[in-house]
Every structure is written in structure tokens, then in C-alpha cells.
């Protein structure tokens, strides 16, 4: 029985705050407590910190759409005729006209029958998972997956089976062993993981999955807009059509919100058992509709995501002359591997100090002892911006 008088084994002369106080400190004794600035003004190639304009580099605003005028002019105009929220669960309050809309037109985008909208993708990953299996049912993830995949394999209370990093053979070899213990299968993994920035072995994945009769989910979030025809993604450049896939409306978008397009039948058993969508207030219809005006501007940005890549392609070439350690990216996602936490920290104030913002990532984003600044150009910088930042990192180098 739990004695007062002794407590859980903590300190009895702290009280809660103190404890709280005392787990930041270890989190900063670590090189892991995070401290967000705050940015002045729209998100774009340059932002404001401090009243200071700098070039930004940590943003997933790949095409530059977060502050075109067509979709503020579409946020703005809705807000006027439909209102500015959506005031419950669309189980409660129904579907507005953009929500209908919008995922008619997001479904056709990705080549599937149906889709339904989420309030972000973190929610889309979450609810989905854990509205397609359950206990009794096996999941197969890549052990890089998102944070919101892995989250919503355990949601779901599945039997979690982890496949190393794009190891088709670890990944076959756990479903000839696992699949015939589970009444239902779903083979989880990205299209582009996103502190890594490579590609997932998409076509080989879904070959496996339908060998054993497993369903496939593919998590598009980093390569919409990027790859594929029209930006449809990795899945439509490789000619796979997955069972599920999640589109995140937040990158190269522009706006916030998520999309599941997948059939009929699993577009409706998820708007039944998603507890992220069940029990969440639906997308405004401002976030809508704003999204819907971006569907035309990334399915036409081909020469957007031409520039997009070779911005990449020059950061990559110049920061490896440097000396620097990129891992092996195939995108516009440029993981610099510095390995401790503090120092990964502090080169990225070095960095902001001479007026390029890139963001270091630590665990537990990442490994453990793979630290590192994530570099992500947008299609709207210029040359000369790129060339600033590795003229930043160059002087980092010297350092060294």
C-alpha cells in the first residue's frame, strides 16, 4: 500500500515545481532542453529573429507556399463566408463544404477512391494506425519512422514487430515468422525520412506486403510536393499504389492539416475508430480551403522543385568540400552529423549569430550520438542565400 510518509522515493523536501525544475536542469545538463525562437513575421526563405532578418534553412516549407497570397486571399475569403471555425467533430456537427471538397480533390490527387481530412498529420498518423489494427493484429515499422507512426503502432495495441532501417530481408524475415499470428497486418513506414533524408524502398515494400497478405501505409509527409508527377510523391514516381497513404498539408503546402487517401471501405472505418478524428474539432474551414489553393500551385511546381533540388545539390557539394559529414540524403533534407548534443547546439548559434538559421536535432528525434544540424533549402531562396550559408559553415570549418 502507498505510505504518505514515504512517498515514491523522492526527495521530501521537494515539492512539484522543484522536481520539475530539477528534470529541466538534466534535460539541459544533457544538451536536450529546447527553447524555440520566435520568428517576427510570415515563414519564407529569410525570417525575422530578434529584428534581425536571416536566411532560413530549418524550414519544411519546401515550395515557399506558407505566405503566397492565393492562399491567404482564400483563408480570408472563406472566413467570411463560411466562418473562421468548424465548432466540433464533424461527427457532431457534420461536414462542411470545404472538408467535402477538399478530400474529393485530395483523393484524385493521390490516385486513390476516398480520403478524409485531419487537423494535423501527427493526428492523421495516430488515429489511422490505430483505427485500422488492434490487439490480436500485427504492425511492421521502420525503425526510422515518425515519432507520430511509432506513436500510433502503439496506440493501436497491436504487436509491434521493428524492422531495421529499409532491411528488406529483416523485414521479410519478421513476416514469415509473425504473419500467421495475427488476424490483420499493416506494413508502416515513410515515403522520406525526414532527419535522414532517404528515400524508403517503396516498390519492394509493397510487393512484401501483399506476399503476405498485409496492408501497406506509406507516410508521404516530406515528399509531397517535392517528387513524383504533379509532387504526388515518392509512391507516384516509383508507380505504387499503397494501401493508405497520409499526406501532410503543412510542408510544401504551405498550410496545416493532414490527409488519408485509401478506399472507400478504409476511408469509412476510419472516420469510425480514428480516435484523433472521432474526437478532435474538424480542420477550419479557413485551413481548408486554403489548402485547396495550393493544390494547383504544387501540382504545377515543376520548375519550383527543379530549383528546390538544385539548391540541395549545391548545399550538399559545398558543405562536403568543407569537411563536413553529410549522411547519405537523396533530397532536399541535409542531415550535417555532428554527434554531441551541446556542440551540435552551439555551432547552430555560431550559425544564427552570422545570420543563417539551421536547427540542430537531438535525440530523441534521432539516435543517440547522432546529433546534428538538418538543413532544408526552399525553392524560393536565391543563389546568393545559399552561398551566404556556406560561406557561415565555411568559416565553422576553420574552426574546427
Known amino acids: 500500500m502507498f505510505d504518505p510518509q514515504q512517498g515514491l ?6 515539492g512539484f515545481e ?12 544533457a544538451g536536450l532542453l529546447r527553447r524555440p525562437l520566435r520568428i ?26 506558407a505566405a503566397h497570397p492565393a492562399l491567404a486571399e482564400a483563408a480570408a475569403n472563406t472566413a467570411v463566408r463560411e466562418g473562421s471555425g468548424s465548432a466540433a467533430s464533424r461527427l457532431i456537427t457534420g461536414t462542411m463544404d470545404a472538408h467535402r471538397e477538399a478530400e474529393s ?19 492523421a498518423n495516430l488515429g489511422t494506425i490505430q483505427a485500422l489494427v488492434g490487439p490480436g493484429d500485427a ?20 504487436k509491434i514487430h521493428v524492422y531495421r532501417h529499409r532491411d528488406l530481408d529483416h523485414l521479410e524475415s519478421l513476416l514469415r515468422r509473425q504473419r500467421g499470428k495475427a488476424r490483420r497486418a499493416l506494413v508502416v513506414s515513410d515515403s522520406l525520412f525526414s532527419m535522414d533524408g532517404v528515400v524508403a524502398p517503396v516498390s519492394e515494400l509493397a510487393s512484401l506486403a ?25 509512391c507516384a514516381a516509383e508507380g505504387v499504389q499503397p494501401d493508405i497513404i497520409v499526406g501532410t498539408l503543412g510542408k510544401s503546402f504551405g498550410v496545416a492539416g493532414a490527409f488519408v487517401a485509401a478506399s472507400e471501405n478504409v476511408v469509412s472505418l476510419i472516420r469510425n475508430r480514428a480516435r484523433s478524428f472521432v474526437y478532435s474539432t474538424a480542420p477550419p474551414p479557413t485551413t481548408v480551403r486554403a489548402a485547396l489553393a495550393a493544390l494547383p500551385l504544387v501540382r504545377d511546381a515543376d520548375e519550383a522543385r527543379q530549383t528546390l533540388l538544385t539548391h540541395a545539390a549545391r548545399l550538399r557539394s559545398g558543405l562536403r568540400e568543407q569537411g563536413f559529414e553529410l549522411l547519405e540524403s537523396q533530397s532536399q533534407i541535409l542531415p550535417v552529423l555532428i554527434g554531441e548534443n551541446n556542440r551540435t547546439m552551439r555551432l547552430s548559434a555560431e550559425l544564427l549569430e552570422r545570420g543563417v538559421f539551421v536547427q540542430g536535432i537531438r535525440p530523441p528525434t534521432v539516435p543517440e550520438g547522432t546529433a546534428r544540424l538538418r538543413l532544408t533549402p526552399m525553392a524560393t531562396h536565391r543563389t546568393e542565400q545559399i552561398d551566404r550559408a556556406l560561406e557561415a559553415f565555411a568559416l565553422l570549418a576553420r574552426q574546427k
Open 9 to 14: 522515493g523522492l526527495d521530501p523536501r521537494m
Open 18 to 29: 522543484s522536481q520539475i525544475q530539477e528534470a529541466l536542469q538534466e534535460l539541459e545538463t
Open 40 to 65: 517576427s513575421g510570415p515563414q519564407g526563405p529569410d525570417v525575422e529573429i530578434d529584428g534581425r532578418p536571416v536566411i532560413c534553412l530549418c524550414s519544411n516549407n519546401y515550395l515557399g507556399l
Open 105 to 123: 480533390a485530395f483523393a484524385a490527387f493521390s490516385g486513390a477512391p476516398s480520403a478524409t481530412l485531419f487537423s494535423t498529420g501527427y493526428a
Open 139 to 158: 504492425v511492421f515499422s521502420d525503425a526510422l519512422n515518425h515519432a507520430s507512426l511509432i506513436d500510433g503502432c502503439r496506440l493501436s495495441r497491436a
Open 210 to 234: 501483399r506476399s503476405f497478405d498485409a496492408g501497406f501505409l506509406v507516410d508521404e509527409a516530406h515528399a509531397l510536393g517535392v517528387f513524383g508527377p504533379g509532387g504526388r510523391g515518392i
